[in-house]
């Protein structure tokens, strides 16, 4: 049997989104076009900005500093000449907040001058800096009704912790930067999200850094901290077996060649990119097919451009709690070091970026990306026998693959309650354990992806499949099932709430056909579908309207990448991918995004408890029609590798 390879890109969040050759490459002047800002770039923003705003006499914090998306066409002009032939112009583009205002600053990194820099008056503010986040949750534990309170509550002061939840937005016409600072037990166990101290409402304006509304509403039980370690250190016995230890060797190296952040494997080549708010980003994948003598065009860019938790429970203790974990706390901000041997195996490659400070200084993050392969699947496999002048016939060959994983934590609820018969009310969520609740919520990612099948111009086509009942009496069946397949003209029509009938979606190029005159296309073959069960007026919603459907299709603009809208915290739902698809423009034969929207609802469950195992769903993006056949069928098999106690 042929053995089965698969590349995995991996990044580690402390929101805990999961991303998937030892050898570390440390970022250096940029290499290509789409690479991330280097230190020397951010540090060269944080000189100009600071230039013109000097902090002596200005209040500044920096809330993005990225890539300015560069223009497409010139990119992809870039990317079929020799390095070099082709200019692209370097800028950054920056988020700050300078004396309570939001400024958007675009700057030339090689002209080392401002482009643009307009104050924003929408609604909505930028992503949260972990250093003002900081800043708040220290206010608790120095304000005298809240030390009345925890005393209240015969709780030791020392042995509590906050954190920082942002907002929402329900209806107000105006808002001002605050955030809800919760807080928790540490005592016994570094799990403090489960021990909940509730009945206090905290709010602190972010801009004054101080507590502006304060109501302590009752005291209920904190739920105790038994059961709740979950550091196997920390563990006692008895435990469960012992697994056998498992080891992979690559005799040749690894089959993946890293330059910078460009990405080499088998007959395919990508670019990663890393947003401090998409985290990893790949750009410029392509596939070399052997029949045509050239690389083909599959995906220009794709990421996470959202992710939508909306809590179940519209009590006052949690109603809030609506995130938007991209928009208001950044992916790439929340990024934390991958493990060697644990988070990726011994044979990953790692790539290194730079994230930045809220006063602008580059940071470094070891160890961000891995890039690996791994044993995955039998690509294909056929076996028939008695065949004439051929005899026993078996084959199979390897798997090719792209794998994301995602996970969560759970949120707890403190409660009265100790055992399931004594609940007599809805309490929004399941007992996970004595005095604990864990709400449910969901989670709703949404996958920016435009793809450019071989070529730029592309449509998307609906195919659904109709059951035809026979009454002719020409077949002794009585049912059949066929295919009509329609393209989508506007944005509109590409609108699709998966699984209320059976269809294919797929993108194809009509300026670009097989040898028998089908279109070549990608088709789309989607995770077990979830849609939103809240109501459309209510204001989470409002605000993540983007998952209304599971399906959209827009025209390419390159400001247009963030689902839920530019500045989310707080925002009122006026600058997302449902109010833009209103304009109902044009997508046939055009450069087009897909946005796919994966969800998951979630019913916790007490195996949650106190930490929550890996919680996956996965999509698949699949060639139709791409290639003349089976584009494997000449693919070689790895050598059988000796190894000491494997059998021949």
């Given at each position: 049997m042929g053995s089965t390879m698969k590349l995995a890109l991996f990044s580690v969040l402390t929101t805990l989104l999961s991303f998937q050759a030892v050898l570390s490459i440390t970022p250096l002047h940029y290499q290509h076009p789409l690479d991330p800002l280097t230190q020397q770039e951010i540090t060269l923003v944080r000189t100009i900005v600071l230039t013109k705003y000097r902090a002596s006499k200005n209040k500044l914090a920096f809330h993005y500093i990225?890539?300015?998306?560069?223009?497409?066409?010139?990119?992809?002009?870039?990317?079929?000449?020799?390095?070099?032939?082709?200019?692209?112009?370097?800028?950054?583009?920056?988020?700050?907040?300078?004396?309570?205002?939001?400024?958007?600053?675009?700057?030339?990194?090689?002209?080392?001058?401002?482009?643009?820099?307009?104050?924003y008056k929408g609604h909505g503010f930028p992503i949260l800096s972990f250093e003002e986040q900081d800043a708040a949750i220290e206010l608790p534990l120095k304000y005298p009704p809240f030390i009345e309170s925890v005393n209240k509550r015969g709780l030791n002061l020392s042995e509590v912790v906050c954190s920082t939840f942002t907002m929402g937005w329900f209806g107000e016409e105006k808002s001002s930067r605050t955030v809800r600072v919760d807080c928790f037990m540490k005592e016994t166990t570094p799990n403090i999200y489960v021990r909940p101290i509730s009945g206090i409402t905290i709010v602190v304006?972010?801009?004054?850094?101080?507590?502006?509304?304060?109501?302590?509403?009752?005291?209920?039980?904190?739920?105790?901290?038994?059961?709740?370690?979950y550091r196997f250190s920390h563990q006692k016995p008895p435990f469960g077996p012992r697994q056998h230890s498992l080891a992979t060797h690559q005799?040749?190296?690894?089959?993946?060649?890293?330059?910078?952040?460009?990405?080499?494997?088998?007959?395919?080549?990508?670019?990663?990119?890393?947003?401090?708010?998409?985290?990893?980003?790949?750009?410029?994948?392509?596939?070399?097919?052997?029949?045509?003598?050239?690389?083909?065009?599959?995906?220009?860019?794709?990421?996470?451009?959202?992710?939508?938790?909306?809590?179940?429970?519209?009590?006052?203790?949690?109603?809030?709690?609506?995130?938007?974990?991209?928009?208001?706390?950044?992916?790439?901000?929340?990024?934390?070091?991958?493990?060697?041997?644990?988070?990726?195996?011994?044979?990953?490659?790692?790539?290194?970026?730079?994230?930045h400070d809220d006063d602008?200084?580059?940071?470094?993050?070891?160890?961000?990306?891995?890039?690996?392969?791994?044993?995955?699947?039998?690509?294909?496999?056929?076996?028939?026998?008695?065949?004439?002048?051929?005899?026993?016939?078996?084959?199979?060959?390897?798997?090719?693959?792209?794998?994301?994983?995602?996970?969560?934590?759970?949120?707890?609820?403190?409660?009265?309650?100790?055992?399931?018969?004594?609940?007599?009310?809805?309490?929004?969520?399941?007992?996970?354990?004595?005095?604990?609740?864990?709400?449910?919520?969901?989670?709703?990612?949404?996958?920016?992806?435009?793809?450019d099948i071989d070529g730029v111009d592309n449509s998307f086509e609906k195919t659904n499949l109709k059951t035809v009942r026979i009454t002719d009496g020409s077949s002794k069946r009585k049912s059949y099932w066929t295919t009509e397949t329609k393209t989508a003209k506007t944005e509109s029509d590409a609108k699709i709430t998966i699984g209320l009938s059976p269809s294919e979606l797929t993108v194809v190029n009509p300026n670009k056909k097989t040898s028998i005159g089908n279109d070549v296309g990608y088709r789309l073959i989607p995770a077990i579908p979830v849609h939103p069960l809240l109501t459309e007026d209510d204001y989470p919603q409002i605000r993540g309207a983007f998952t209304n459907y599971n399906v959209w299709v827009t025209p390419y603009n390159r400001t247009q990448k963030w689902a839920g809208g530019l500045h989310v915290d707080q925002s009122h739902g006026d600058d997302t991918l449902a109010v833009w698809t209103k304009k109902n423009r044009n997508i046939m034969n055009k450069d087009i995004v897909l946005w796919y929207v994966v969800g998951i609802h979630h019913v916790p469950a007490q195996e949650d408890f106190p930490i929550m195992p890996l919680l996956s769903t996965a999509f698949e993006l699949r060639p139709t029609n791409f290639f003349e056949r089976n584009p494997v069928l000449k693919t070689l098999s790895p050598y059988d590798v000796t190894w000491p106690g494997c059998p021949k």
């Open positions: 990225g890539l300015d998306d560069p223009d497409k066409a010139s990119i992809l002009k870039w990317e079929s000449t020799k390095p070099g032939a082709v200019t692209i112009p370097r800028k950054a583009f920056v988020i700050a907040i300078i004396n309570s205002q939001t400024h958007e600053i675009v700057i030339d990194l090689r002209a080392t001058h401002i482009l643009s820099d307009n104050i304006d972010l801009q004054k850094m101080k507590i502006v509304e304060y109501r302590d509403r009752g005291i209920e039980p904190v739920p105790t901290a038994e059961n709740t370690e005799p040749q190296g690894p089959g993946v060649q890293i330059n910078g952040h460009s990405i080499s494997w088998a007959n395919w080549k990508f670019h990663i990119g890393f947003d401090v708010r998409a985290g990893v980003v790949i750009s410029l994948a392509s596939i070399y097919d052997l029949e045509k003598h050239k690389s083909r065009r599959v995906l220009y860019k794709g990421y996470i451009s959202e992710l939508f938790v909306p809590y179940q429970d519209p009590s006052e203790e949690f109603y809030f709690k609506t995130f938007f974990d991209a928009g208001e706390f950044g992916f790439g901000l929340s990024t934390v070091s991958l493990v060697p041997n644990r988070d990726c195996p011994p044979h990953a490659q790692f790539i290194d970026v730079y994230i602008g200084t580059p940071s470094l993050l070891e160890k961000a990306i891995c890039v690996f392969e791994q044993y995955g699947n039998i690509m294909w496999r056929h076996t028939e026998t008695d065949i004439p002048n051929v005899g026993h016939l078996e084959e199979s060959r390897n798997e090719v693959n792209l794998v994301i994983a995602l996970s969560g934590i759970l949120e707890i609820k403190g409660t009265d309650v100790k055992h399931k018969n004594e609940i007599k009310e809805d309490l929004y969520g399941s007992l996970v354990s004595a005095n604990s609740i864990g709400i449910y919520h969901d989670h709703f990612y949404i996958y920016y992806l435009d793809l």
